[in-house]
């Protein structure tokens, strides 16, 4: 099964401020990579797909990044509703599995 | 918009089964443009894909719960199902159905609410 780490498990920032997520595969995904947000009660919210592609409506301050097995989310300006865990998954092969999780909290 | 809504028991006793079902509006689950998955959180724990299964009946299920699992369709009810047998504490979780796409990049792109399942006795 592919492995992917994530770090940091939890961040503290303030609005406005700018926070990257990593997220590291064990093996190849070529651009397989998608990131997720999840707030408690609500549905997840798919952001970023194939590493870098911003799912349609998701606000431009989220942007994916990807270099070899080694990839980022980024939010530029956090926003109140952006305080929330976001998750990696690798769709390249199954079990799709995901990263531990990141939550972001407001400082 | 697509929607999916997961319906079944919030509460299962120790070595039953799991069930739960998932209604789809706005898409059919005859489509053959996505997999209808099943995740999970386990509390304060993080996602675990459960597996999915295909409009042709096809499905591919997570090694760790590869004995356990069971998933359905109902195309007259644009619904699918997901069985999960001999549940212990351990699969107590907020249940996710979701739609895959079955081509490109496999992502997820839509979720339904989840649903908490407890298993206790």
């Known amino acids: 099964d592919i492995q992917l780490t994530q770090s940091p498990s939890s961040l503290s920032a303030s609005v406005g401020d700018t926070v990257t997520i990593a997220c590291r595969a064990n093996e190849s995904i070529s651009r397989y990579l998608n990131w997720y947000q999840l707030k408690p009660g609500e549905a997840p919210n798919l952001l970023i797909y194939a590493a870098s592609s911003l799912q349609t409506g998701v606000p431009s301050r989220f942007s994916g990044g990807a270099s070899g097995t080694d990839f980022t989310l980024t939010i530029s300006g956090l926003q109140p509703e952006d305080f929330a865990t976001y998750y990696c998954q690798q769709s390249y092969t199954t079990p799709r599995n995901f990263g531990g999780g990141t939550k972001v909290e407001f400082k | 918009q697509v929607q999916l809504q997961v319906s079944g028991p919030g509460l299962v006793k120790p070595s039953e089964t799991l069930s739960l079902t998932c209604t789809v509006s706005g898409d059919s689950v005859r489509s053959g443009a996505y997999y209808w998955t099943w995740i999970r959180q386990s509390p304060g724990k993080g996602l675990e894909w459960i597996g999915y299964?295909?409009?042709?009946?096809?499905?591919n299920y997570s090694p760790s719960l590869n004995s356990r699992v069971t998933m359905s369709m109902d195309t007259s009810k644009n619904q699918f199902s997901l069985t999960l047998r001999s549940v212990t504490t351990a699969d107590t979780a907020v249940y996710f159905c979701?739609?895959?796409?079955?081509?490109?990049?496999?992502?997820?792109?839509?979720w339904g609410r989840g649903t908490l399942v407890t298993v206790s006795s």
């Open positions: 299964i295909y409009y042709s009946g096809t499905t």
């Open positions: 979701a739609r895959s796409l079955s081509h490109g990049f496999m992502h997820v792109d839509y």
